[in-house]
T-cell receptor, first 109, second 113 residues
């Protein structure tokens, strides 16, 4: 089993839709969790850190479920500009950042 | 403007010809790291540095070298490039040690023939 797993998608949704991605992690001792966004052939950019209590930034909501060992990203009112690959990253043992392979989102007009 | 700058952005070279990819950050970050990204394999860490003169191997260090003589610079050296080092390379930095919140450079696409 991979340490961090994501559904690769692609998720195809219409503008205005709500879409959610999950990312599962295998190490129950993981401490920190992040969502990054990566546009095609560009650098990853930090979207959100994921806190135990969950956090929200505009249309984006991130949540952590420690019992089931996954984090989620919810995007409301999807925009065309949300089309990208969403990477999750987990700080595991030895403060090492472990990356998922990403979930591809395409928002269609 | 806060940024991580990599050069060159694109490079085609031949097997065995030494090359250096430079990385510089202007945010006074302590932590810097190099990644390579390949289809189906995702981001894999090559080397990282917690501070000046402190470097450590990541997951795929073979064939690479790094140095951290100054806080702002973290060059990646390929002493004898091979075709399996054809990849997209990213430099990243983080303030105050390692937090997981990384700032990435724009990437360097390297092709080794």
């Amino acid at each position: 089993r991979k340490e961090v797993e994501q559904d690769p998608g692609p998720f195809n949704v219409p503008e205005g839709a709500t879409v959610a991605f999950n990312c599962t992690y295998s190490n129950s001792a993981s401490q920190s969790f992040f969502w990054y966004r990566q546009d095609c052939r560009k650098e990853p950019k930090l979207l959100m850190s994921v806190y135990s209590s969950g956090n929200e930034d505009g249309r984006f909501t991130a949540q952590l479920n420690r019992a089931s060992q996954y984090i989620s990203l919810l995007i409301r009112d999807s925009k065309l500009s949300d089309s990208a690959t969403y990477l999750c990253a987990v700080v595991g043992n030895n403060r090492k950042l472990i990356w998922g392979l990403g979930t591809s989102l395409a928002v269609n007009p | 403007e806060a940024q991580v700058t990599q050069n060159p952005r694109y490079l085609i070279t031949v097997t065995g010809k030494k090359l250096t990819v430079t990385c510089s950050q202007n945010m006074n970050h302590e932590y810097m790291s190099w990644y390579r990204q390949d289809p189906g394999l995702g981001l894999r860490q090559i080397y990282y540095s917690m501070n000046v003169e402190v470097t450590d191997k990541g997951d795929v260090p073979e064939g690479y070298k790094v140095s951290r003589k100054e806080k702002r610079n973290f060059p990646l050296i390929l002493e004898s490039p091979s075709p399996n080092q054809t990849s997209l390379y990213f430099c990243a930095s983080s303030k105050q040690g390692f937090t997981g919140e990384l700032f990435f450079g724009e990437g360097s696409r390297l092709t080794v023939l």
